[in-house]
């Protein structure tokens, strides 16, 4: 039974990439949007929402500047030509071109020493990570190493019921070398887009899939799979015992530590 209780154009190796991409690629949210710069600091983070929810952006660099602890800087963009939330396999393709886009010009800033794509699927991680010369972190990779430390079993919470976004969770999981200790995907009932507009209904219907997820798949963590559904994490831990991995600090925890050399 559970218990309810997470430089400029020289740094970018494909400038002639760059200048494509800038034809046809939303422009970068900007500081009057709520989500852009804290004072200068000599080292910045940058965390890419690939859909265009600011609230969620900003919600998401909240956590990253919590968890970061002060030892960056930490600055959100949207991509503003992308839909609100991110449901289908095609939605994650779409959003490649504008992610890589914000990266390259991010990147740009000599300020800037890391990248954090902020989405489970981690949309343009690779392709981002081919064209800039500072560390790139996905969300759903670093979130995938934190919850099977140690070999616990874990399972995957969404909102998303795409079966083949899910079969896409199984093959992450495959890729990463976790097959075994993968416990499945559990899904939220109710419409996600209408679901994410309300935290208390979000809150609900997470912790019942977390429920499910705990008594019936045997999870012993379970990552919250959505960059959206971290500050949602946060605030549903203390009802369970099982740890609620939040992805957005997995990763920020994984580019400070590389940041400091660790």
Not at 175 to 201: F, I, N, Q, W
Not at 239 to 256: Q, S
């Amino acid at each position: 039974m559970v218990i309810f209780r997470s430089r400029l154009l020289p740094r970018c190796r494909f400038t002639g990439y760059l200048l494509a991409l800038s034809l046809t690629t939303p422009v970068l949210a900007d500081a009057s949007s709520g989500i852009g710069s804290l004072p200068n600091v000599a080292k910045t983070i940058v965390l890419i929402n690939p859909n265009s929810n600011e609230q969620a952006t900003q919600s998401m660099v909240d956590l990253a500047r919590f968890e970061s602890a002060g030892a960056v800087n930490v600055v959100g963009r949207s991509n503003t030509g992308a839909p609100a939330l991110l449901t289908t396999p095609q939605d994650m393709l779409d959003a490649v071109a504008g992610v890589v886009a914000i990266g390259v010009e991010a990147a740009a800033d000599e300020q800037v020493v890391a990248l954090i794509v902020s989405a489970f699927s981690d949309p343009g991680l690779e392709e981002l990570r081919a064209v800039v010369d500072i560390p790139v972190f996905g969300i759903g990779e670093e979130v995938f190493h934190e919850a099977a430390r140690g070999q616990r079993g874990f399972g995957i919470v969404t909102v998303t019921p795409d079966e083949a976004l899910i079969e896409s969770f199984r093959q992450k999981a495959t890729e990463l070398g976790y097959e075994s200790l993968y416990r499945g995907t559990r899904v939220t009932s109710g419409d996600p887009m209408e679901l994410v507009k309300s935290p208390a209904e979000l809150d609900q219907a997470l912790a019942a899939a977390v429920t499910e997820s705990v008594e019936h798949d045997g999870a012993q963590a379970v990552i919250m799979g959505g960059g959206p559904l971290s500050a949602s994490a946060l605030r549903l831990q203390p009802d369970f015992e099982v740890p609620l991995v939040v992805a957005v600090n997995a990763a920020t925890r994984a580019a400070v530590k590389a940041i400091q050399g660790e």
